[in-house]
């Protein structure tokens, strides 16, 4: 099979599919996505990626249309996982089954710690399966991504898609912003409630600014590794329009694991020439991108009669400064320290004192599941309701705090255990491809810092981007991609 070629197809597809469902019933929707879904996959395993990639890019604006689409996903995970153990089954391969690493081990283990908890905390069995589908579903499609047979062209056809998937998310996202939130978004985006400090942020497809730059960063990292593969200048575009939309999204946890990651991979590489490329992209990013569309928002915004709005926003310089500003002004740390992050924080830790072995459990403090089902410890620790002017309870916003929380000591070793691992897991990758493995250890810097500020690891569309990496690492590790080279840069 020509892999890249064959993306043709599939991308054609993928939208025919995704365009029909959508004017579906969603009880009829949910059918016949998953099975199309589902049947992709069997036939064609290795589509899985490019599949999904277009897939979970829009399945927030999708589902706000039409909410059958949400297990399609799901379906085509599941499918890989089955159709990875009958390959394996056939050929009596049944070592491989459950051949796990030490990470892959610490992380189920802590799955299970944070489900047993919960089931002790009295937390709903919905809610527990819930929030183990969020943390297991994307370690399945690793578990199936990395037993697949996989060359070096789809590995650069993959990236070439993820970056052409970006570009449609930047349009859309020009679009937006320049259009006051009033094109191209479902009715229900278009009415939502957003502060004035969330106001000017780019959404995007992906229905929130934090997930949208996540993955322009990952897009940014692929451009810039087909840039340096194929030494054709033209991978600038995308990179430059990738980083001045990154700017718009205004998330301040990812600016800074950005500059993090850019030290780290100075530091382990030395490489001049990176650096050269990434100040290159910095200032035609935020000149020819960031300032112009900016200046254009807030000349509509005039003409729409918004003045005020448009005063707020006129110097660009001062946005990005006072949004970064106002994160440790005395006003913003004294309202942190009262129902932010740093309350969280203090809140999490006089809970764990009571739950220290174990804790709370999966579905009780800051998650996924506690804020669709609620918890059953807020109300005794006074969280009950504490954002109730805004119709629900909290997300953690921090992914350290809510795993200290709600798996206690035994939980935060194995979730150590799962990260520190697999650090060394990349950096042993470096025998076989040092270029790779360098790539890998920055985006384990990337996750790491933004675990600080948000739920990252719930992050759908991110831990999807992810996990395929690490799959493509062990393949890497153990020399096992055919067509790739051991390189020493």
């Not at 990252?456 to 799959?471: G, I, K, P, R």
């Not at 062990?474 to 790739?484: A, F, H, P, S």
Request: net charge positive; with cysteine; charged share 15%.
């Amino acid at each position: 099979m020509n892999y890249p070629k064959s993306l043709y197809t599939l991308t054609i597809a993928t939208i025919i599919i995704l365009s029909i469902c959508v004017f579906m019933p969603p009880s009829i929707t949910v059918l016949v996505s998953s099975l199309s879904f589902a049947i992709i996959v069997w036939k064609k395993p290795k589509w899985i990626i490019p599949l999904l990639i277009m897939y979970f890019s829009v399945r927030p604006f999708l589902l706000e249309i039409n909410d059958g689409l949400k297990l399609a996903g799901d379906a085509a995970i599941i499918t890989l996982f089955i159709r990875v153990t009958w390959d394996a089954v056939k050929k009596k391969n049944f070592k491989q089954l459950y051949q796990l690493e030490w990470y892959e081990w610490a992380y189920i283990l802590f799955c299970t710690v944070g489900a047993i908890s919960a089931l002790f905390t009295d937390v709903m069995l919905v809610a527990i399966i819930f929030q183990l589908r969020k943390f297991l579903i994307m370690y399945v499609l690793f578990y199936g991504v990395k037993r697949l047979e996989w060359q070096q062209q789809d590995f650069f056809a993959i990236m070439k898609l993820t970056v052409g998937v970006a570009l449609v998310l930047i349009a859309h996202g020009f679009v937006e912003k320049l259009s006051q939130r009033q094109w191209l978004l479902p009715e229900t985006w278009v009415d939502m409630f957003l502060s004035p400090a969330n106001a000017d942020r780019i959404y995007g497809l992906l229905g929130n600014p934090n997930s949208m730059a996540m993955y322009l960063f990952i897009a940014m990292v692929a451009s810039l590794i087909l840039l340096n593969i194929t030494k054709q200048k033209i991978w600038y575009i995308p990179a430059i329009l990738g980083f001045g939309t990154f700017l718009m999204t205004y998330s301040r946890g990812s600016m800074i694991a950005i500059f993090a990651v850019v030290a780290f991979y100075l530091l382990v590489t030395k490489s001049k020439q990176f650096l050269k490329q990434f100040i290159i992209i910095g200032i035609l990013g935020y000149v020819c991108v960031f300032t112009p569309v900016e200046f254009i928002d807030n000349e509509i915004e005039n003409i729409q009669g918004t003045v005020e709005q448009g005063d707020e926003n006129s110097n660009q310089n001062s946005t990005i400064g006072d949004r970064f500003g106002s994160s440790f002004s005395e006003e913003n740390i004294s309202l942190s320290g009262n129902t932010g992050r740093l309350f969280f924080v203090k809140k999490g830790f006089e809970i764990l004192s009571s739950h220290l072995v174990i804790g709370t459990g999966f579905g009780t403090f800051g998650d996924s599941a506690a804020l669709v089902y609620s918890s059953p410890i807020y109300e005794e620790y006074g969280l009950k309701g504490i954002y109730s002017y805004i119709g629900r309870d909290f997300y953690s916003d921090n992914q350290y705090i809510q795993i200290i929380v709600q798996t206690g000591i035994v939980g935060t070793l194995l979730f150590a255990l799962f990260m520190l691992n697999m650090l060394w897991h990349m950096w042993q990758t470096r025998k076989e491809n040092v270029a790779f493995a360098n790539i890998l250890m920055s985006l384990w810097v990337f996750v790491a810092i933004v675990g600080i500020v948000y739920n990252v690891w719930e992050n759908q569309m991110f831990t999807f981007c992810y996990f395929t990496l690490l799959a493509w690492m062990e393949i890497v590790r153990r020399g096992k991609l055919k067509g790739i080279t051991r390189t020493d840069h």
